[in-house]
């Protein structure tokens, strides 16, 4: 199953992006967690964070991709979908709940020949949802 979170890229340069997701009470998860009280789960959130990294790195073009994970630029110039691959210092604050908008900015703070280290934080209104620093890389490498 494919989950597409990212809803509107706001801003692309070459080393930052941002975009927003607009919660809904339609998204599948939220019937699980928790009922009653939907909140989007921590694990979506840095899903969304990662969603936003994959269409920073795979350039302009990239907003025909679905989760901006086919036809990548890759390191070594390998194509294929990119995956995480490390998380670091990742904290959780506010809770995102429906009818919400959390809006992500991921920047890149290096690259190798195995891929991508980011930052990325997530906030609804001025309030941090997520942030963290995480790294990306294509499959297989």
Do not use: C
């Not at 070594?76 to 995956?83: A, D, E, K």
């Not at 919400?100 to 891929?115: K, Y």
């Amino acid at each position: 199953m494919r989950f597409t979170l990212i809803d509107q890229v706001l801003e692309r340069g070459p080393d930052r992006l941002v975009a927003v997701k607009n919660l809904t009470s339609a998204e599948e998860y939220l019937a699980d967690h928790f009922p009653g009280f939907a909140v989007m789960p921590g694990v979506m959130m840095l899903e969304t964070l990662v969603q936003a990294a994959r269409l920073l790195v795979s350039g302009p073009d990239s907003d025909d991709a679905p989760n901006g994970s086919d036809a990548l630029r890759q390191p070594g110039n390998q194509r294929g979908p990119l995956v995480l691959t490390a998380v670091r210092s990742v904290r959780y604050g506010q809770m995102v709940r429906p009818g919400q908008t959390l809006r992500v900015e991921v920047s890149i703070r290096s690259q190798d020949e195995h891929g991508w280290e980011l930052t990325g934080v997530g906030q609804v209104k001025d309030q941090v949802a997520v942030q963290g620093r995480f790294r990306v890389a294509p499959l297989g490498i």
